[in-house]
């Protein structure tokens, strides 16, 4: 049986993985609008990574013996004003999401829970990953600046890494 407080606290996360997905998909959608049909790709590829994240914590709960909790949900901003100024939001937003992973891995370790801890190994890795990316976009993006034909190939690459993502793994 799950630990209680360890239930609650991924039924947080479970959250907060539905908002990443819901986020993506807003700026997915303010890429295809604007201009930016590579980096929209490559958005609603994140888009079905989230959800797969939060599928995973749903199913481990479930698995585990517990519920998980499909919870309410605010309305992620869905205006932006640049390719810079989303994936500076998506790093933000990811630096966010390791900090909670890790206080989540805090709390299995003072609950004792280090089958639970055992399985957040993988979004740690995964936040690590997911964070070297976005930086490694976000420097290129800076590095072009305002330069129309820059940022085409930004576009262009960001298609690229869409098209050759192994598929998302079902859950
Ligand atoms: Fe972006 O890794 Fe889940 O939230």
Redesign the pocket.
Known sequence: MLNLKVQDAINVQIK??EF?SRLYLSMAIWCETNGYPGAAAFLYRHTEE?RM?MMKFVRYVNNRGGKALVSDIEKPENDFSSLNDIFTKILVH?EY?TESINNLYGITMDEKDFSTGNFLQWFIT??ME?ENLMRTILDKISLVGMDKAGMFHIDKELEGMATAAKPIPAV
Request: charged share 60%; proline share 0%; no cysteine.
């Open positions: 907060k993985e990443s989230e994240h990811e999401i995964e936040q997911e």
